[in-house]
């Protein structure tokens, strides 16, 4: 049981705009505390995808964007392409100084 | 650009101790600016954090893991290694370690390494 909770799948076609929500607590997200989102391809480790809410690091394509409102966050990714096939996590902070996980959404592109 | 390596047994006898490090090149883990975690996947499953440490010896872990959790670091070889004591096959997994940033993030991640535990 995860402490964030997300969609274990989500799906669209190419081209499309998907959303992904990660919804926490008043100890985690809803206290402030910054949401980071993870792709990891198949295999591979994850990588940061976007970092203190809506950050991008270096390389990361300007079609992925988070938002955050409250104790909940969102990953949305417009433009879908079949190289965004991944499994996505959120990730934040717990005001008992623990690093909190989603349990991860597996996008599958059409 | 900083890369890390985990290093380890990749098979451990249930009840004994799971041993691994973090190499870290291209950084120092005596940097103030980051913390040096742990992060682990069981096989078709999610990230489940471990710990973290900073370089001045300071912990910090998963509440769910810390009667058996040790996390060291060792500046002289720029490492940091994790201990977990009396594994079960409930801890096989791939074992990754991050350098995370001040906002919590992991922005820069080892391969993984996959321990089993099994006799």
């Known amino acids: 049981q995860s402490v964030l909770t997300q969609p274990p799948s989500v799906s669209g076609a190419p081209g499309q705009r998907v959303t992904i929500s990660c919804t926490g607590s008043s100890s985690n997200i809803g206290a402030g505390y910054d949401v980071h989102w993870y792709q990891q391809l198949p295999g591979t480790a994850p990588k940061l995808l976007l970092s203190?809410?809506?950050n991008r690091p270096s390389g990361v394509p300007d079609r992925f964007s988070g938002s955050k409102s409250g104790a909940s966050a969102s990953l949305a990714i417009t433009g879908l392409q079949t190289d965004d096939e991944a499994d996505y996590y959120c990730q934040s902070f717990d005001g008992s100084l623990s690093v909190v996980f989603g349990g991860g959404t597996k996008l599958t592109v059409l | 650009q900083v890369q890390l390596q985990e290093s380890g047994p990749g098979l451990v006898k249930p009840s004994q101790t799971l041993s691994l490090t973090c190499s870290v090149s291209g950084g120092s883990v005596s940097s103030g600016n980051y913390y040096w975690n742990w992060i682990r996947q069981p096989p078709g499953k999610g990230l489940e954090w471990i710990g973290y440490i900073y370089y001045n010896g300071n912990t910090y872990y998963n509440p769910s893991l810390k009667t058996r959790l040790t996390i060291s670091v060792d500046t002289s070889k720029n490492q940091f290694s994790l201990q977990l004591n009396s594994v079960t096959a409930a801890d096989t997994a791939v074992y990754y370690c991050?350098?995370?940033?001040?906002?919590?993030?992991?922005?820069?991640w080892g391969q993984g390494t996959l321990v089993t535990v099994s006799s």
């Open positions: 991050t350098r995370v940033r001040g906002d919590s993030s992991s922005g820069d």
């Open positions: 203190g809410d809506n």
